[in-house]
């Protein structure tokens, strides 16, 4: 079989750039496509040629299967690698690089049909011996048959979209009366998530551990599985960190589960790289949950441990080579433990987060990887998923992997976007995790309430910070030796600083040859500026140094502290206009994003709490809801809008 020459990655963003990395470095060429709004990402930067498939919306872009067809055509490549996400387990465009002549990275189409039905996999994996939850995956789809199965099964119990992943589409009902209503939810959601609403139903397991599997086939008959990794840590079904190998993991266990995961692949003869997922409860007992016909995200903790690159791997069997390991040569040494960073702000909802990245310095170390799509300057835009990066690091022990990751977490600087660091480095802390002892309940037993998920005022620390750089901005602005200097220097500075529509009043006493004196509140701080170049700012604070990374642009300060940023405003000569009220009647998008929805006309009246406005942003929908009750006086989107953020897209009186 002729050899690949010049490879097509039909994806953006981190994995993007991680595939290109491998590829380009075993001498492959490649090509990059990208939506208009991905004209000058870092994926597009990296590559040898890139190819614009379309407008920002993924349905034209991304998963527009004959402009990647296409591209491949005008760009002479000869095989396509899909990434995760997007058109990676969509067994219509493997079958259409098939058709085109191309080599798929990947599966065969049947393969992906067929572990892409929730049902229809588990039928196959019931029939090659798998263990498996008890539930109902048949064919006959009305309530009562729903109904009955229910009843039969017992409760708790799951529904599951059997198109679905992500969470959507899945319900946990505790009792009968719940199941029709929650049947109801779980088939539109599917529907209009999956474009199919058909369901199974599955006994729930209650708090148990979610461990994968990582496989592997070649096109000779040869599977093997590259041990496991531990995803129970979850958020609404969404893996938030990952870890190879499992903290409670026993050789007899992993024999077991790997021979299971076997079956599973030898079921649909699997060629290259795949994941089977379990479910593993207290006893020890572990069922399929379903297999991943592609790369996951998490792929690099496996790596690490199996000093193995997965890619290049899939790279050689794609071009008919045999696996270059057997089973009894797979090592697996020390331990590695993976974050996602996500553009979100945990305290606002998760909010998903748009606008322009100031700042990203990764904090690479020794055991440290960090796998991202971005670079300063970069806009984050609302048309794709938030996840920015990962973040990953391997030890020789799971304590050591943990204590570098929360160290790399906490020194990553992003600033521009807010981040999810907040949250990942209290997750990383918490002496449960630290104990291993944990399960997919974990973040909903253990952070309901944690201080991450709240907004947080700046502390006078901080603003005494703020006040410092904003100062020494000004005094940097006129030229020596009058920098600073002013005929009243023994009465303090007074000014107003905060995050957008807040502030606190902060004064600084500036006398030449001493520190700063600066009153915030009841607290007082002497600072020296010792070293400060636009980027970092190296400050003596109470008579100990602190280093932080900054920005100031125009009034605007972005701060880093550890872990996350902060953005102050200076509002010192602005005019002083009274706070706004809590609730209030002007309704402003909290992103960018498009309007889907509008379910309201001026002079209409409305209710507080009413649903007023739908705004889809980064693969999700976000109702927008009326602060007060009114009349609506001035409505000023309509659907199809694309709205930036803070914009006005009504008023209520």
Known sequence: MPGLTKILIANRGEIACRIQRTAQALGYRTVAVFSEADADALHVQMTDEAVNIGPAPVQQSYLNIGAIIDAARRTGADAIHPGYGFLSENAGFARACRDAGLTFIGPSPEAIELMGSKRLSKIAMLEAGVPCIKGYQGAEQDDATLSR????????????????GGGRGMRLVHDASDLLEQIRTARSEALNGFGSDELILEQALIEPRHVEVQLFGDQHGNLIYLGERDCSVQRRHQKVIEEAPCPIMTPALRQAMGEAALKAGRAVQYVGAGTVEFLLDSRGQFYFLEMNTRLQVEHPVTELITGLDLVAWQLSIAQGQPLPLCQEQVQLQGHAMEVRLYAEDPAQGFLPQTGRVVAWEPALQDGVRIDHGLFEGQVISPFYDPMLGKLIAYGATREEARRKLLRAVQD???????????LLAGLLQHPQFASGDFSTGFIGQHFADHASLHPQPPSAHH??????????AAAQAHPAPLGGWRNNASVPLHYRIGPEDQDWPVSLQAIPGE?????????????????CDGRWATLDIEGIRQRHAYRLEAGRLWLFTRPGSLHFVDRTQAQVSGQASVSTGTLKAPMDGAIVDVLVNEGSPVTKGQLLVVLEAMKMEHPLKSGIDGVLKRLQVKVGDQVKNRQILLEVE
């Open 412 to 422: 990553s600087v992003l600033l521009g976007v807010q981040g999810n660091q907040r």
């Open 463 to 472: 603003l005494a910070i703020a006040a410092a750089l904003f100062y020494h």
């Open 149 to 164: 199965e229910a009843g039969r099964i017992g409760y708790p119990l799951m529904i599951k979209a059997s198109a679905g």
């Open 515 to 531: 520190p700063l004196r600066i009153q915030v509140a009841e607290y007082s701080f002497d600072l020296k500026i010792l070293h």
